[in-house]
Structures are given as C-alpha cells and as structure tokens.
C-alpha cells in the first residue's frame, strides 16, 4: 500500500495548495513511503468490528442559543490583518478556477 | 464561445428519456449564523449590511477560533426535514469537506457527509397541467454557506478576465440545508416544469415553515440542477451535468429545457457529454461548461472534531412534528375554498408560483379577489417585462396597502398603477408615494363642484342636454372634470356630481 | 532581592503579594530582567510584552491597595506559549506564515488568565505549530535546555518549559497535543500537566489536531500547576468539546496530598527496551519512595500502546491538514505573490511553500494522503479505531488501579540535530505520552532526578481516568515532598546558574 510516486506527492501538494519544489517533492516521496510503511501497523488491529472514536470525550447535542455574540468584529478589526484590503473587503488576485 | 446546438424539444423528447436531478440550497432566517454569534444576513433585519461587519472570529476563520452549532438552526433543519417527509436521524455529524476557495474562509467547508440530518423522504407538487407527482428526496443536510465574491477589471464582471477579486465574508457562516432529490424518472415533457414547480414547492415550504425568507433573488433559495438523458428503452442513465448559478423559477425551467435540447442534440450525433459543472446565463438564455469533475474534488471528507454529534430526542422531533403546518397539498385545498375562487383563477395563480404571496397579501388586508387581481395582473406585467420574478418585486404588505387605498378610493385604478411603479422603483410604501406625489383622489366635493359648474358654465349645449334628459352627454363634462384634476379625482363621484349639479 | 523573587514558587510569590511584602510591578520587574539577562542564551521567548506588562502589574497593584478580593495568583508574572492568541500581542505559533500578526482576540485560557489577575510576560517558543518534541522546528530558531544549552528543551513547549526553568516566569501557558507539555517538563526539571481533554477551553488555541489539543499548566511545582490549572479550566461555551461539569481544586488536591491505599499501574509495555537507563532508575527509585509511603504499586498491560504512535502520526496530520488551511494568504498573515503575479491559486501556493518549515510541509502532505479517496479507510478510518483500542486498554487498567505510571519519555535532553534527519526516530519520542491524548485522559509529569549517566533532568508520568485530574495532584504532590526531602531542595536548585554562565561569556567575548 506504500507505494508512493512523486506524482502522487506533486498531485497531494496541490490539493494542499503547496508549491513544493522538485527537490522536496523527491525528499518527501522518500520519507512519505517510509512513515506510511511505519504506521501502516494501525490495520494490523483495526478489525471490523472494532468502533472508530472521534472525539475523546464522548459529548453530545452542543449547542448555542440563537443570539448575537460579544465576539463580533469591527470592520476594522475584521481587516486589520488582511495582506491587502480595498474599502471593507479583502483583495485577492485574479480567480484562475470557476465559480463553486 | 461557440453556441451549442439545440435539438427540438419535443425531438429530443422522441428520442431520449429526461432524468433530472435537484440540489436546493435553503438560507436560514435565524438571527445568527451556523456556528458563529455573527449576525445572519439571510434574516431580513440584517440583509444588506455592509461589507464584512456582520463577522466574527469564526466567520473568518481566524487561527485559533471553534465553531458552535446554532440550536435553533437545528430545529429548523428538522422541521424542514419532517416537511419533506423524510426520517430524521437519531444521530447525525458533521464532517469537513475540504478544498481550497478564497471565499471559504478555513478552506473547509463544515457539512454534513454520511450522517445527514434528515434521508428518505418525498415531496407532491402539482403542475399547471394538474398533474401531481411524488418527488423523492435522497437527504436533507446542514452546512454553511461562504463568502462573496465580486470580481473586478475585466468587462463583464464575471471571472473570466477579472483583473482582481474581492472578498466579503457576511455571508459566511449562514445556515443552509442542503436539500437533494433522488433521480427523477418520468417527468417526461414536464421535467422542465416539474423542476421549476418542485423549487417552488419547496419554497412554499420554507416560508409555511417560517424558517427561511426564501427569496430567490437574495440567494436565500438557490438551485442545481441535475439533467442526463438516456435513449429511449436503454437501461443505464446517461452521463449529467450539474447547472449552476439558476436563481429564479423560470431560470429553473428554462435551463433543465435548455440542457435537454443541448444534450439531445450532441448524443443524437453520436457525440458523449461530458460530466462537468455547467453556468447557466440568465441574459443569454445558456449555460456555458465549468470545470470538469476530477482529482480536484477529492474533499477528504472526514468528521468534524470540534463538533460533537446532533442527537435528537424523540420527543423534540415528535414536538417539531406537532408543530408542523399543513402539507402544501392540503394546504391548497383549503385556500382555494376560503378564497372562493375558481379552478381556472386558483390554478393560474398557483401556476405563477405566487400562493404564497397572496395569502400574505390576503393576511395583511386585502381581499382574495383585489389581491389575486394585482399579482396575476399588473404585478405579473411588470415582472414579466423585467425579466423577473413577480415575488421579487414587492412584498405582500404593499400590495395590500395599495388594494386597500383603491378600495377606500384614494386612488383610482389608474393611480394605482402609478403608485405601483414607484413601490418596484423603491421609492417606498404605496402611502408613502402617494404623499410624496400628492397622488391621492381629489375627494373635496367643493374642489370638484368648481370645476364641474367651470366646465358646465363652458359648455351650455351640453347642459341643455342633460337637463333633457340625455344623459350620456355628461361624458364631455366630466372628461373636462378629470382633466381639469389631473386625472385624481374618483369619475364615478364626479358623474354623481355632474347629474347633480346640472338639475340645480 | 529580585534574584530571591524569580526564585520564588508562584504559590510562596501570590503570598508574598498578598501580603503586601512586594508588589506586582516589583516581580514583574524582576522577571522582566531576567528575561534581559538570560533570554540571549535560552531564547525562551518570541516576544517580551516590558511596558505592557508592568501596566498590567500596576493595575494589580492598584486594585489590591482599593482593597478588591484577589486571588491566589493575582500580579503573578506567567508566560504564554505561542500557539495561543493574544489580543495586542503578536501571535505565530512559531510560524512565518504568522510573522507579526497581531489577533483582535484573547484566547479563552488567556482571558482566565488576565481576569485572575496574573501578568502577561510575553510568548514563548515552540516548534512551528506544535509539530515537534524539540523546538528546532521553530522558525524563529531553537530554545535552549537551560540545563545544557547545547540541548534541546523538549518540545512543542519547548519555550514555556525553559522559561520556567530558567526563572524567567514562574509559569507558564502550554499545549499538548501529543506530549508538548510533558515531554519538555520531563527533559527541562519542571512540573507540566495535560488536563482531561476538554477540562480547558481550546478557544483561541491555533489548532494542531482539534481531537488531541489541549492547554494546560508549565510550572516548577505541583502546587503552582494546580493552582493555574484552577484558574484556566472550566467551561467555555465558546467550545463545544468544552466539558460543562464543574471541577474540584486541584490546589486542594495537593494540599491535602496522600498515597496511602493509593493503587498506582506501571504499565509494562512503557519500561523497558528503548527506555534510557537512568531514565528507568529514577522512574523505579520514584515508585519505590511511593510505596513506603503506603501506595500499592501492581504491574499492568496495554497491548494496543504500541499501536499508539502510528494511529498518533495519521490523525494528527490528518487533522492538522485541514486546521492549517486556513493560512492562505487572504485574511492575515503572511502573502508571497510568484514572480511577474499569479492566480490566487498560485499566490496561495507561493505563501504557503514560503511560509511553512519542513516539518509542517511533510505533516501537511502526509495528513493530505491519510484523508484522500480510496485511502480514508485504510488509515484514518483504522487510526480511529485504534483509539478505540487505547481507550479500552486505558478503562481496563484504570479498573485495576487509580492512576497509572511510567518515565514520561525514553532519554534525557538529546543534542540539537541528532535528529533531525529522522523524522521518524524524532516521533518515537513521544512514546509514552501519545496515548493520554487519544484517550483524552490526564496526565502529569513530575522531576524524579537527574540521570546519573548524564546529569540531565528526568520525569515520571502519572495518568489518571478522564475527569480524575485531581488524582494526579495528589500522587504527584507526595512524590515531589519525597523527593525534595531526599534532594535537600527542588531539583532545579543544583541547575546551572545561567547568569553566571551569560557573564563568562560575555567576558571571553563569545558574544
């Protein structure tokens, strides 16, 4: 199962949206192959029968009440962090993809 | 962009069996978001703030901050579901889907992936044609919505060509279900109809519900529609596409058509369609392709760790359940005979998808009969000439104001129209324009007396006239009368007063 | 005076404060400067709040002389790792894509913290993101063991634990996710506790691995982590995985501290073969003292343990794939745009190539793979089954005994770079403590002495069932009485004196 090309790496660096190097690209098909190989182990246990746990704690039915909160932001401080802003809003380059 | 060939409808038809599919988006009205305290622009009281104030740390995915489920979002969810007719799951999760957008703000989406909230149900909806069928719901679920995007440089404003975008995130975090359909076979000629008349079943049923504002035109409802073909008497579906971006009902309608005619005529030649996400264009009347299904949808989808499961108790749901209003169906019936109207008038306003808005209309004042006359009629022209759709126009609160100033003869029928032009330009409430314009009837019996004994006193052979009786010779009187006004005066009052008045 | 000050446990300090012998400004001061003095060598901190800080004393000060109710731990100086937000102090979780971004909000823990009146030093090191055991993945450079600068100070925490070590705080704020708390307590001679997952607000924290994070006390003493841990936990209805019940003092805990009766697991599969021998010898040496003092000491099993680092290694960066999207060069942080412009696509691309560190890039892509279609049963899907495993293994023990024990990591204080090139060896580290966090159980790790072989710090690890913090308190509260009775003294008294070491170096002229 721990077969793993640099195609396979170039293609999960960007669904990861990282623009990896060749040279990294090469290092982390090395090392990928081998930590996979290492925790592979977990199906040696992970029989069917065997619940899978997502939270630690087991909790159920969270939930808030439907208010407004005191977390809300100022426009400013909604964009005080921003690389680039115009007006009240964020900017980002040009869209190469389609709409969602 | 090369226009795609279109095969005749009812060839296409001859040819190949519709099979259509139906993703609706359903914007929650609650006061704030999914999994945010931030305000929710999709309730009324917030729509249209400016951009990015209606954000927290959760909204903008800041590092660092935790969603928390809206209870009441959740309520509402399973109240939509239970309307839908499907079972509610006795525990359901929410799950990350993954992928990267400017508008997403964590690059995730929190969703909900193999435990919806609420599978297996179905929907009646009727057609103009009388036609009732069961559309079969697959699931319902809960998500959020994300940002807006306004693309900038370029001519058109769309995507392509944009120099830059910008980025508001109020609409990120709003609450949505996401309702989808199972195939829908046999629709036949109808598919087209079926899948604008089913959206607006379903937004019949959020409004019943309370739950959403559902207007098309904000985005609160939003539709994909699903569309393959397969040869007649072929067993495997064809190959579908998915459009996108259809925001109003005859949209709806026009693109399933539009696909129909489009696919027909690449498959009779021989040719495959494509998978793929299609844009519908509302100016042009097409849809044009997205990007094609692949790699890139890889969401690794896994379950969200910082929320916990939604476990209902049987007794909310069945609380819920109680509390439901009555099916669409049987909700019809019931309008149709309080409001006495007769098969012909009810279809064609049901047809117009506009039951709901003249039940509000009918709630705030106005008779069935004044408020079946403005919707079908002028409101509906005025609609159609826009290219709209006629709830988008005004709200059922003005028209009833408007019906109600006709009928306490503020304002005459002709005036009306004018008042009603100004309430779709935005100019305020039908009282409102009235005051501003000083459009109101001349109903001061003294102002048109002077006139009237003004025009009679000009026009003695006319007089005479009606004093011998012929009294169909007023006509000229009071064309000069309601000139004379400037066409607010009541004419039925100022004949009573021309008769009157020329005995004296 | 200001050296006897930064001496002080935060405990004898709050009492000192409260007694009006010293005021908060004072101690502030006094940590302040040895911050000055000493941070060159250790490089605990990324950012040293001065001014603010002794605002903030003042204010303490201020409110004490109006004759307001403080708490224990009101005008005591605390440090703050790194990964938690602060609202007018930069926050990077030790990250470039983070360089200089100032938060509009406190974290949760933060916000406790301030409103218990203690006084915010600064942010401390960690490795970028909390993914490391040795702060050398920190992209503003590695912090240094005060015990051996030469050494690592364990890691994520790497910087609270030296900050405490070196008495630059008296406390500190840290993150565990899979040992960052423990694990640098173990190798710096400090007190370090990961609460029951859920006992402490994750609000604000920036996100490792949502279902394994928690936040928790860095201290010298076990009094002073319990008395932060009473201050930080509780209920936070901004996160949902937040645990509503109510908690008891764990300062009483301590206080009222007695093994007697006390059964205590040693789990057999954590020591042994890959177990430094000094490391063992303190760790037996600690059970020992305990069962004079009347605990039972019974050997118990986990087999799935050794199943613990690999499920470890595929939900974290399977989670942490996801919690680091986020930075993307759109809302905050850092943007890199290629060479002649690009998409956004690209520019999100560009940022985060140039914005992560190595450890992150490779956590990222294998967490992708974990998750992605046709690979999500295989290993994330059997990860979270064998956290299924662990937590058995865990309420199977803990129906034997009330607290288990063991070394809270294989060797003492390795040298920076010996393992680097191997990441995989750098994961075995964190052996003994991954499992308290798939389990979500609490776990301590206390001094038990220096290793004869090398002179280097030791800790033993007590774990405790889910909601049982209080259990760890105690146990440890005994053992470090033992001890320091034994060792005439805290363990860190016999530390290298760093401002003797800075002076020296300054005179042979090494800096």
Redesign the interface.
């Known amino acids: 199962?721990s077969e793993?090309s640099a195609e396979?790496?170039a293609?999960?660096?960007?669904?990861?949206?990282?623009?990896?190097?060749d040279e990294?690209i090469g290092h982390?098909t090395t090392?990928?192959a081998?930590?996979?190989h290492?925790?592979?182990?977990?199906?040696?246990?992970?029989?069917p029968d065997?619940?899978?746990?997502?939270?630690?704690?087991p909790?159920?039915?969270?939930?808030?009440?439907?208010?407004?909160?005191?977390?809300?932001?100022s426009?400013d401080?909604?964009?005080?962090?921003?690389?680039?802003r115009?007006?009240?809003?964020?900017?980002?380059?040009?869209?190469?993809?389609?709409?969602? | 962009m090369a226009r795609a060939e279109l095969m005749d409808f009812d060839k296409a038809l001859e040819l190949f069996e519709p099979v259509i599919g139906l993703e609706v988006h359903v914007e929650l009205n609650t006061t704030t978001k999914m999994f945010s305290p931030a305000p929710n622009p999709a309730n009324s009281a917030y729509h249209g703030a400016e951009p990015n104030t209606l954000v927290s740390p959760v909204c903008l995915g800041l590092p660092g901050s935790l969603p928390v489920v809206n209870g009441d979002a959740v309520r509402s969810s399973i109240s939509l579901g239970l309307a839908l007719g499907c079972s509610i799951a006795p525990s359901s999760r929410f799950a990350r889907k993954n992928y990267f957008y400017p508008d997403l703000a964590k690059n995730y989406q929190i969703s909900q992936y193999d435990e919806p909230i609420a599978f297996e149900g179905s929907v009646q909806v009727e057609l103009v044609n009388g036609r009732v069928f069961d559309v079969p719901i697959e699931r319902a679920h809960m998500e959020e919505d994300a940002g807006k995007l306004t693309h900038v440089g370029g001519s058109t404003g769309r995507i392509q060509g944009a120099e830059y975008s910008l980025v508001d995130y109020n609409r990120a975090g709003v609450p949505l279900v996401e309702i989808v359909t199972k195939p829908i076979f046999g629709a036949e000629a109808d598919a087209p109809e079926l899948a604008k008349a089913y959206v607006s079943t379903i937004r019949d049923i959020a409004l019943s519900l309370g739950i959403s504002e559902a207007r098309m035109e904000r985005g609160n409802l939003r539709c994909d529609a699903n569309v393959s073909l397969r040869p007649r008497g072929a067993e495997q579906l064809g190959i579908r596409t998915e459009t996108k971006n259809v925001n109003s009902f005859r949209s709806i309608e026009r693109a399933v058509r539009y696909e129909i005619q489009r696919q027909a005529a690449i498959l009779a030649k021989g040719g495959s369609i494509t998978q793929e996400t299609r844009h519908w264009h509302e100016d042009t009347g097409t849809t044009s392709p997205g990007r094609p299904k692949s790699d890139a949808d890889d969401y690794r989808y896994f379950p969200e760790p910082d929320l916990l499961p939604v476990v209902p108790s049987a007794e909310l749901i069945e609380e819920l359940r109680a509390a439901l209003p009555e099916p669409p169906a049987a909700h019809r019936r019931r309008l149709k005979a309080e409001w006495g109207f007769t098969d012909l008038e009810f279809q064609d306003v049901a047809n117009s998808g506009l039951l709901v808005e003249l039940e509000e209309t009918v709630k705030a004042g106005a008779t069935p009969a004044a408020a079946r006359k403005w919707w079908t009629g002028e409101i509906a022209r005025l609609a159609n000439a826009a290219g709209q759709d006629a709830a988008s126009l005004v709200i059922p609160e003005h028209v009833a104001e408007l019906a109600q100033l006709v009928d306490a003869g503020t304002l005459t029928d002709r005036l009306a129209r004018q008042v009603l032009e100004g309430v779709v330009a935005g100019e305020g409430s039908p009282q409102q324009i009235v005051d501003a314009r000083g459009l109101a009837v001349v109903s001061d019996d003294g102002a048109l007396i002077a006139a009237i004994d003004e025009a009679l006193a000009s026009q003695p052979d006319v007089l005479a006239k009606i004093r011998d009786g012929k009294v169909q010779a007023a006509g000229a009187v009071i064309g000069a009368v309601m000139k004379a006004m400037h066409g607010k005066a009541d004419a039925a009052r100022v004949r009573e007063l021309v008769l009157e008045r020329a005995q004296g | 005076m200001s050296d006897d000050l930064i001496r002080l446990s935060a405990a004898d300090l709050g009492a000192k404060l409260a007694a009006g012998e010293v005021s908060s400004v004072e101690a502030t001061r006094a940590h302040l400067d040895r911050i000055a003095a000493v941070d060159g060598a250790v490089h605990a901190f990324l950012h040293v709040a001065g001014e603010h800080a002794l605002e903030t004393a003042a204010a303490v000060d201020a409110k004490r002389a109006a004759g307001d109710k403080l708490g224990p731990l009101a005008g005591v100086p605390i440090a703050v790792k790194d990964v938690l937000v602060t609202k007018g102090m930069p926050s990077t979780s030790g990250s470039r894509i983070l360089e200089g971004w100032i938060p509009p909000y406190d974290a949760t823990p933060v916000t406790k913290v301030r409103e218990a009146g203690l006084v915010p030093l600064g942010k401390t090191n960690m490795d970028e993101f909390a993914m490391g055991s040795s702060t050398e993945h920190s992209a503003y450079g590695p912090t240094h063991n005060p015990w051996d600068l030469e050494r690592i100070p364990g890691g994520s925490g790497g910087g609270s634990a030296a900050s405490v070590a070196a008495f630059e705080a008296p406390l500190a704020l840290g993150s565990d996710t899979g040992g960052s708390i423990r694990q640098p307590a173990h190798v710096t001679g400090t007190v370090g506790v990961k609460p029951t997952y859920g006992a402490v607000s994750r609000y604000g924290s920036i996100a490792l691995a949502s279902s394994l994070d928690q936040i928790g006390p860095v201290t010298r003493t076990v009094l002073d982590a319990a008395l932060l841990h009473d201050v930080i936990a509780g209920h936070d209805p901004l996160d949902s995985t937040s645990i509503p019940e109510s908690w008891p003092s764990m300062a009483e805990a301590v206080r009222r501290a007695d093994v007697s009766g006390l059964r205590i697991g040693v789990i057999k599969e954590l020591d042994g073969e890959g177990f430094q021998a000094g490391v063992r010898q303190r760790f037996h040496e600690s059970l020992d003292l305990l069962a004079k003092q009347g605990a039972e000491i019974v050997e118990v099993s986990a087999p799935h343990f050794e199943y613990s680092i690999a499920a470890y290694y595929l939900i974290l960066p399977a989670e942490a794939s996801s919690n680091l999207a986020k930075f993307d060069s759109v809302r905050f942080g850092l943007r890199v745009t290629p060479d002649g412009g690009g998409t956004v696509e690209q520019v999100m691309a560009a940022t985060r190539e140039a914005g992560f560190g190595p450890e992150v890039k490779r956590r990222i892509i294998l967490g992708t793979y974990a998750l992605s279609a046709g690979y999500y049963d295989a290993y994330y899907g059997s990860a979270q089954k064998v956290r299924t495993l662990v937590q058995r293994d865990f309420d199977a023990a803990f129906e034997q005994v009330d607290v288990l024990a063991s070394p809270t990591a294989p060797t003492t204080a390795f040298k920076f770079g010996e393992k680097l090139a191997d990441p995989l060896s750098m994961y075995l580290n964190d052996i003994a403590t991954i499992p308290a966090n798939l389990a979500g159980v609490p776990g301590i790790s206390v001094p038990a002495g220096l290793a004869p072989e090398d002179g280097l710090p030791v800790g033993i690890q007590f774990l405790a069932p889910a909601r049982e913090d209080a259990r760890l308190y105690n146990v440890g509260g005994v053992l470090e009485q033992l001890l320091e009775a034994e060792w005439g003294g805290p363990l860190l008294a016999s530390a290298p004196d760093l401002s003797t070491h800075e002076l020296t170096a300054t005179e042979e002229g090494a800096l």
């Open positions: 199962m793993i396979q790496v293609h999960l660096a960007n669904l990861a949206r990282i623009a990896l190097t990294e982390l090392e990928l081998q930590i996979m290492a925790v592979e182990k977990v199906s040696e246990v992970a029989t065997v619940p899978p746990t997502s939270h630690p704690i909790m159920q039915n969270v939930y808030r009440d439907d208010v407004v909160g005191a977390s809300v932001l426009v401080e909604a964009l005080a962090g921003a690389p680039e115009d007006g009240n809003r964020f900017v980002v380059s040009a869209i190469l993809g389609e709409e969602q």
